[in-house]
C-alpha cells in the first residue's frame, strides 16, 4: 500500500518546517556555544588579586615556584624564623629590616605589614620581602627611593645581579640577588601578580 497524494503533501509540507525551524535554531545555538566559550575563556584568564596580608601574597608566590628552583631559605628576620615559608615581619624592628632587607626606612613606616624569604646561606644571593601600604602612599617616589637605595648599597661577599619591584594595588614586592635564583621567583611573581607595575634593573660591581 503506497501513501496517497495527500499524505505525500502533508508530510512534505511537515518536513519543511521542520528543517525551517532547524536552520533558524542552528545559528542561535552556535551563538550561544560561543559565547559560552568566551565567557568560560575570560573567567578562567581573570585571576582574582585579593589578599588579606602581605605574608599571604609571599606565601602564594612562593608556593607558584617550582620546588627544585627553591633555594635553602629563612622566612622572617630577627628571632621568630622559619626554614621552609615565607614569615611576617616585625616593623618595630626598622633598624633590623633595613639591614637585612635593603629597604629604606620610608617603606617600612608606610607599611601596614610585611614578608621576607631570603637564601639562607647568602643573602645577597636572593631576597625578597613583600609589603601591604597605607592608603595614600606616594609609590612612584616609594619605588625611586627603593631603586636607588639598592643601587647605592654597599654589598658585601656575593654581589647580585638585579633587582626587581613589583607593585599591584597597595601590594609590593622588592627582590634582588643572583639572576639563576631571581628569575624563577620573578616568574611566579608574574603568575600571582597579573596587573603589577614592574621595574627592574642590573647591578654594576
Known amino acids: 500500500m503506497y501513501p496517497t497524494p495527500s499524505f505525500r503533501h ?8 521542520a528543517l525551517s525551524a532547524l536552520l533558524v535554531l542552528t545559528p542561535m545555538m552556535g551563538l550561544a556555544g560561543c559565547s559560552s ?8 584568564n581573570e585571576k582574582a588579586f585579593d ?11 612562593w608556593e607558584k615556584e617550582n620546588d627544585e628552583d627553591k633555594p635553602m631559605i ?14 611576617a615581619l616585625d616593623l618595630s624592628a626598622e633598624d633590623q629590616l633595613r639591614a637585612a632587607l635593603v629597604v629604606p626606612e620610608s617603606l617600612i ?12 646561606m647568602m643573602a645577597n644571593s636572593f631576597t625578597a620581602s613583600a609589603w601591604q601600604l597605607k592608603e595614600g602612599v606616594d609609590t612612584k617616589a616609594l619605588l625611586d627611593e627603593i631603586k636607588q637605595g ?15 619591584l613589583f607593585l599591584q594595588d597597595n601590594f609590593l614586592i622588592v627582590s634582588f640577588g643572583q639572576t639563576g635564583q631571581i628569575e624563577p621567583f620573578v616568574k611566579a611573581v608574574e603568575e600571582v601578580m597579573t596587573n603589577a607595575e614592574m621595574v627592574s634593573g642590573k647591578f654594576e660591581e
Not at 605574608?55 to 602564594?60: E, S
Open 109 to 120: 613606616k608606610d607599611s601596614v605589614d610585611g614578608a621576607s624569604v631570603m637564601n639562607g
Open 150 to 164: 639598592l643601587l647605592d648599597n654597599h654589598w658585601l661577599c656575593t654581589f647580585p645581579d638585579e633587582y626587581d
Open 74 to 87: 629563612i622566612g622572617g628576620v630577627g628571632e621568630n624564623v622559619s626554614e621552609t615559608e615565607p614569615l
Open 37 to 44: 566559550n568566551v565567557s568560560s575563556e575570560v573567567s578562567s
Open 51 to 61: 589578599f588579606s596580608d602581605s605574608q599571604t601574597l609571599l606565601m602564594a608566590i
Open 10 to 17: 502533508s508530510m512534505s509540507k511537515a518536513a519543511k518546517l
